[in-house]
């Protein structure tokens, strides 16, 4: 149980963490890339933004179709263009609005839900509890990435 507690209280409380850093970054800086290829913090709150409804989608499949296959998030698809033209405070709204949502949906599943399966193609093994988790997780990547891009100096 506690797990699932700290899991669901993790994806409750990221969005705050990475809006703490969004009030923090510089205009100037949040279309600035590190290096070629390297997000920069717009395209890292832009993908956020858009894993959202991916997410709430998935869950909505596992809890409604239980053994449907899952269909796995491919940013590479992405037009490389639509993370760096998003707008900032749009997108991280989305992210914090989707991701309510789906904390809402998960604090309604019960523990035997929590660990229902689904067969992913990129996963040895997956589960709502394992896809929570794995969310959770992908924040703080995401977020760490951006906090390194606000705090280091050597950015222009």
């Known amino acids: 149980m506690s797990a699932y507690n700290a899991i669901i209280n993790a994806?409750?409380?990221n969005p705050?963490?990475?809006a703490?850093?969004?009030?923090e970054f510089p205009v100037e800086r949040r279309n600035v890339r590190p290096a070629p290829g390297k997000w920069s913090a717009l395209e890292h709150i832009a993908h956020l933004a858009r894993v959202g409804p991916f997410m709430n989608v998935r869950l909505t499949n596992m809890l409604e179709n239980p053994g449907d296959p899952?269909?796995?998030y491919l940013p590479d698809n992405d037009s490389p263009s639509s993370l760096a033209d998003a707008d900032w405070d749009e997108a991280l709204r989305q992210y914090q609005w989707e991701r309510a949502a789906l904390v809402g949906t998960l604090r309604d599943v019960s523990l035997l839900i929590w660990e229902?399966?689904?067969k992913h193609p990129e996963y040895r093994t997956y589960s709502i509890r394992i896809m929570a988790r794995h969310l959770a997780l992908h924040d703080l990547l995401h977020g760490s990435r951006i906090e390194d891009l606000l705090l280091t100096t050597s950015r222009s």
Do not use: G, H, K, T
């Open 116 to 118: 229902r399966e689904a």
């Open 16 to 18: 705050s963490i990475i």
């Open 11 to 13: 994806l409750e409380l």
């Open 20 to 23: 703490d850093m969004a009030q």
């Open 70 to 72: 899952i269909v796995p």
